[in-house]
């Protein structure tokens, strides 16, 4: 049934739709409104699940950790400060092949205090072992996340799906929120690999000695290997259900295009506006929107890209001391290819400063004007005064 | 005739890491034997995480999860709402943490679990400093104690936090204090707190650490005894919080206890007067609020 709700909304919809059986909850901005949804439905039965109203974050994904070792679905969502505050635990989620999802609103990092959208907080995490799916729109949003559960328990890796901060969190849209029998017919009860059992007790997590730390950590690359093509594969069951797909990433008239922007989350929509501006202008100009950023998709990326001339990759991220991490990663998947593109890296719209389809246009004749790109990325909008 | 509650049954293996003499190893021996088979143990970073085992071995005939250190309550609790959702309510849950574990890193979430009242057993073995990472000091360190971090004329001048004071003031339905040296008095209050199954129950196990106290590993219950027959660690329980009951009153002077430990060593007599002072003080108080 189409209703107009939150982003946030959209994926507590999907987590119930999941029947999650626990779920615990941390309230930070703008993530709150999934988990107060989330425990109204533990508490006026619309979910047979139970909500721990835990003391920290680091206490939630310990919580949903424990939770999941039992060999049950499980769910909680962060934000920010709350996602570094559990930068421990999802190091030890990951390598316990807990498949775990989690909502993540992206918003910046203080200080100064700003809860603004911003991607480096679930950027930073991205040598955790987790799968992050960034998504444009809450009706992304609601289909990630049951896809998420599907592909998080057939790989026994946990989920991050990625949500901008009030763009995609505090807008109400028209979302598709599908019947439970639909959702139960493309996820299945959850039949775990293994769980904490007491009539077959072993330990898990436990130390691990050089002589097998090294195949652990193999056995969670081996898994990321196969994350892409078992996501395309249940996209294909999801489209035969829902009637939706989106890909690991998506390309926008790309096929004669000279120029491609990358773009992430919900700046893509912003980018598909300036795009077909552009087309009317005559500009040869496409977009790549990346959607699954771990696993990394580099083998389509550089399929998409190796053709074309420039790439404009635009960053709503920054790492200090080497630039936009997006620009990296797709560098660094394009460096070994015979043929490639010219990579320019923007950064833009940190801590929630609008991104709108001027930036976008600038970006495009920035790239289109330069010959070379510069080896740091560029800084779109920055009042010079102020620095 | 020995009359004794104590399980034949073991679920510990002798093939276990822990150094000779190692209270917190007699210390699982004694609870598993109390709590039976129907246990799932959450283990933290501290030394019972190396006892254990490494992969793909286990020390214990019963489920571990470990978890980090900051995390023993709260997992455990995850633990058990993972099984209420699967209808096993027969397991117990226990978190089973050093006094790092539980005194300083560990305190959020577990008071976090006890306010919340979580369904599970959380248990301190508490050897009064980080053995794990070589004898540093912990907020469970008394005064007094010589340790890597309060070396020389550096040893440690604060107290001892009081953890079952903490503990009682979360109003839970069980807490007890109990001492690897009385067998017969852990086990049961073991027992008692997995009958008591519903909310958090605590129990501060005393567990002597030959190898960070610098005593000989042959005097590790002899010690433990000495600590309860001290009143520098009374055995009592409280339930719900008010509730106080006293299991053992000691006679003992302190230096009894204090004089045999190299981590005592360098203490003068005044110092051991004002150790006297407080134990004598502390457990005046602990008698008010038995009230009996
Ligand atoms: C977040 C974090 N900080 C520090 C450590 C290192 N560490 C492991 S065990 C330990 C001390 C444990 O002390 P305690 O809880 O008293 O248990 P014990 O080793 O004495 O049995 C420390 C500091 C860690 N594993 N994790
Ligand atoms: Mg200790």
Redesign the interface.
């Known amino acids: 049934m189409k209703q107009v709700i939150e982003g946030s909304h959209a994926i507590s919809e999907a987590a119930r739709l999941a029947r999650v059986?626990?779920i615990?909850g941390y309230p930070i901005t703008p993530q709150t409104h999934i988990i107060e949804a989330l425990s109204e439905y533990c508490e006026d039965g619309r979910m047979?699940?139970?909500f721990?109203?835990?003391?920290?974050e680091?206490?939630a994904m310990?919580?949903?950790?424990?939770?999941?070792?039992?060999?049950?679905r499980?769910f909680t969502a962060t934000s920010s400060h709350g996602l570094a505050l559990m930068h421990?635990?999802l190091h030890?989620a990951a390598a316990s092949r807990l498949p775990i999802v989690m909502g993540e609103v992206n918003r910046a990092m203080g200080p100064g205090w700003n809860i603004w959208t911003d991607q480096t907080d679930s950027l930073a995490q991205r040598d955790t072992g987790w799968i992050q799916l960034y998504c444009e729109d809450a009706q992304e949003a609601l289909d990630t996340t049951i896809l998420a559960y599907r592909l998080a328990e057939l790989v026994n890796l946990p989920v991050m799906v990625i949500i901008d901060a009030f763009f995609v969190s505090h807008t109400y849209e028209p979302v598709i929120v599908p019947e439970q029998s639909e959702v139960d017919r493309f996820l299945p009860a959850y039949k775990p690999k293994f769980e904490?059992?007491?009539n077959?007790?072993?330990?898990?997590?436990?130390?691990?000695?050089p002589a097998?730390y090294m195949e652990m950590r193999r056995s969670v690359q081996l898994a990321m290997e196969k994350t892409l093509e078992i996501y395309n594969r249940i996209e294909d069951e999801f489209e035969d259900v829902f009637g939706r797909r989106y890909g690991g990433m998506e390309t926008i008239r790309c096929d004669d295009a000279d120029i491609i922007i990358v773009t992430s989350g919900s700046a893509t929509s912003t980018c598909r506006l300036a795009v077909d501006e552009l087309r009317k202008q005559g500009e040869k100009v496409g977009i790549l929107k990346i959607k699954m950023f771990r696993p990394f998709p580099a083998a389509d990326l550089a399929a998409a890209l190796s053709d074309v001339q420039k790439v404009a990759v635009v960053d709503r991220n920054f790492s200090f001391g080497a630039g936009g991490i997006f620009t990296q990663e797709i560098k660094s998947a394009l460096c070994n290819c015979a043929k490639r593109p010219d990579v320019f890296g923007y950064i833009a719209g940190l801590g929630g400063r609008d991104i709108t389809t001027d930036t976008f246009k600038d970006i495009y004749f920035s790239t289109k004007n330069m010959t070379a790109p510069k080896i740091d990325s560029q800084w779109v909008g920055i009042n010079e005064e102020l620095l | 005739m020995l009359h004794s509650n104590i399980a034949d049954q073991t679920y510990m293996t002798p093939g276990n890491m822990s150094c000779p003499g190692c209270g917190g190893g007699i210390a699982m021996n004694l609870a598993l034997k109390a709590l039976g088979e129907k246990t799932i143990l959450v283990i933290p970073a501290c030394c019972w995480a190396i006892i254990a085992g490494p992969y793909p071995q286990s020390g214990l005939k019963v489920p571990i999860l470990h978890t980090v250190f900051a995390s023993a309550a709260v997992t455990a609790g995850g633990v058990r709402a993972g099984l209420d959702m699967k209808g096993d309510t027969e397991t117990t849950v226990v978190a089973w943490a050093g006094d790092g574990g539980t005194f300083d890193i560990g305190i959020q979430s577990l008071s976090g679990s006890a306010e919340r009242n979580e369904d599970i057993i959380f248990v301190c073995y508490d050897n009064e400093a980080y053995m794990n990472t070589g004898v540093q000091r912990s907020s469970s360190t008394p005064y007094g104690t010589k340790t890597t971090t309060t070396p020389g004329t550096g040893w440690k001048k604060t107290r001892k936090k009081n953890m079952m004071d903490i503990m009682a003031a979360h109003r839970i339905p069980y807490a007890a204090t109990a001492n690897i040296a009385y067998p017969d008095d852990l086990v049961k209050k073991f027992q008692k707190a997995k009958a008591m199954k519903g909310g958090t129950r605590f129990i501060h196990v005393y567990a002597t650490c030959p190898t960070g106290w610098g005593i000989p590993s042959e005097y590790s219950v002899k010690i433990a005894r000495l600590a309860t027959q001290t009143n520098i660690f009374p055995l009592f329980e409280v339930e719900n919080g008010t509730d106080y009951t006293l299991n053992t009153k000691g006679n003992r002077p302190a230096e009894d206890y204090l004089n045999i430990q190299g981590r005592f060593k360098h203490l003068a007599g005044k110092d051991l007067k004002q150790i006297q002072e407080d134990v004598d003080r502390d457990f005046e108080l602990l008698i008010k609020k038995v009230g009996h």
């Open positions: 059986k626990v615990a047979d699940a139970k721990i109203p835990v003391e920290s680091h206490s310990a919580s949903v950790v424990g939770a999941a070792s039992t060999g049950v499980t421990e635990l030890w904490i059992d007491t077959n007790p072993f330990a898990l997590n436990q130390m691990a000695p097998i």
